[in-house]
């Protein structure tokens, strides 16, 4: 299903992720350890792994929780890889409800990013679990709303989740 080059690039990520996280781990228990370890679970989602990306997330929100509970930005990116891996695993309800509360506290406290990256995920949940229309109302927003406040590589993704979600119907 991937293109060779982006297969590519995924492994090149990869790569550079594992040899990331044995350096973090060689230098002590730390946050950048739970946010290398869902850099990881993206990676294994975007390689078509949903179950070990979900597990990989759920080592990493452990982690978070263990060595830096107070850090909310690192929370929030976390528990979206895992509602991303989530929704691939089967529970796609269970992601939707868990990328509202996160989009939602994200908006709440100030992580503008965060609260985009939900929405983005959001959007691209909705249109594969049929809901076309409330999803492409969702990218077609959040394309907007990014791309006025600066986030422009999360504008260029929605747009091209609508265009793939247009293919597709």
């Known amino acids: 299903d991937m293109s060779g080059e982006v297969a590519k690039r995924v492994r090149e990520a990869r790569d550079l992720v594992q040899a990331s996280l044995k350096t973090i781990r060689e230098q002590g228990p730390s946050d950048t350890e739970a946010l290398a ?29 263990r060595v830096a509970p107070e850090n909310l930005g690192y929370r929030l990116l976390i528990e979206t890889a895992e ?6 695993c089967g529970s796609p309800q269970a992601a939707l409800s868990r990328l509202e509360t996160i989009a939602g506290e994200a ?20 249109i594969r679990q049929a809901e076309k229309a409330a999803g492409a109302a969702r990218l077609r927003s959040l394309a907007e709303k990014a791309s006025e406040r600066g986030f422009f ?10 265009l793939k979600g247009q293919d597709a119907g």
Not at 41 to 54: D, F, S
Not at 83 to 88: D, F, I, K, V, Y
């Open 37 to 65: 370890l869902s850099t990881m679970a993206r990676v294994l989602l975007a390689e078509g792994r949903p179950e070990e990306a979900l597990k990989v997330a759920r080592e990493s929100a452990r982690e978070l929780r």
């Open 83 to 88: 509602a991303a891996a989530l929704a691939r």
């Open 107 to 126: 908006r709440r406290r100030g992580y503008v990013h965060l609260g985009l990256e939900a929405e983005l995920a959001l959007g691209r949940l909705e």
């Open 153 to 162: 590589l999360i504008a260029r993704e929605a747009g091209e989740e609508l």
